[in-house]
């Protein structure tokens, strides 16, 4: 059974920057949907559009691959699906542990997308006794006590956490003691975890927040740009008692013979 090493450090290695890493899987899953409208090639331009960054570092984040395109034609789409998941470690199975079968945790075990991209789950693990056999997405979920020998039984390296916070770092340590070198972090804590062992933390109230942040500022924005458009309306002075006696005057001395303003004023 593949176990996940073979391809681990290919990016380091080959020093493609920790920040191109991450935008990988962007560019592979626009590039899926191309493969899947059977679009053979893409410009960089409808790329970078697809995967949210701008064509420039795009071209530069393929660069560090050796792929560099064709003029007038654009990136061949299958090669590039290959490249990427050949870079990323996907052309071979990747096992998986998620360890707390709670909500979060079974809605995980039940995500499609993880055999789709080179992912195996393969075990459920939870502290519960009342969850022990119990079937959650076609697989029975097992005890904590038998964690490790799950881990070395199928040559598990990545494990995925979705525990309450009090137990995340508890688990973190079972899972590295027992062979784990890449954890996915669901619970709302930071792991402290040696060298060597690389942690990917998803925190959907830190994102929730953030967003709260740009909803307060474009609000305020939005306030600002009514208070100023309301500051840009001139309000004329009203007119003194003396000016308003001659403005009438002039206005009747104007009226035509019935006593209406004429159209047009003679010359």
């Known amino acids: 059974m593949a176990t996940g090493r073979t391809h681990r450090p290919a990016t380091r290695s080959r020093g493609i920057p920790e920040a191109t890493v991450a935008r990988l899987p962007l560019y592979l899953r626009a590039l899926t949907a191309l493969s899947e409208r059977s679009v053979p090639t893409v410009s960089s331009e409808e790329l970078a559009a697809a995967a949210g960054v701008n064509s420039a570092k795009l071209r530069k984040d393929f660069s560090y691959l050796g792929s560099y395109g064709t ?21 071979q199975d990747w096992p998986v542990v998620i ?26 693990i939870d502290a519960d006794p009342a969850m022990k056999g119990k079937p959650v997405a076609g697989m029975p979920v097992q005890h904590t006590d ?50 060597g062992v690389d942690v990917r933390k998803v925190d959907l109230s830190i994102e929730l927040q953030i967003l709260a942040f740009h909803e307060q500022r474009k609000a305020g924005e939005e306030a600002a740009a009514v208070a100023g458009a309301a500051d840009d309306v001139v309000t004329p002075p009203p007119l003194r008692a003396d000016t308003a006696a001659a403005a009438a005057a002039a206005a009747a001395s104007r009226k035509g013979p019935d006593g209406d303003v004429p159209a047009v004023m003679p010359a």
């Open 71 to 91: 003029r007038g034609v654009g990136y061949d789409v299958e090669y590039l699906v290959y490249q990427i998941s050949r870079e990323l470690g996907l052309t």
């Open 146 to 195: 038998d964690l490790e020998k799950i881990i070395s039984d199928n040559g598990v390296h990545i494990g995925v956490i979705a525990t309450p916070a009090g137990a995340a770092q508890q688990v973190s340590e079972r899972l590295i003691a027992a062979g784990v070198t890449s954890i996915l972090n669901f619970a709302p804590t930071v792991l402290s975890v040696p060298d």
């Open 99 to 124: 360890v707390g079968i709670g909500n979060l945790g079974a809605a995980l075990a039940n995500y499609g997308g993880f055999a789709s991209r080179g992912f195996r789950v393969a075990a459920l």
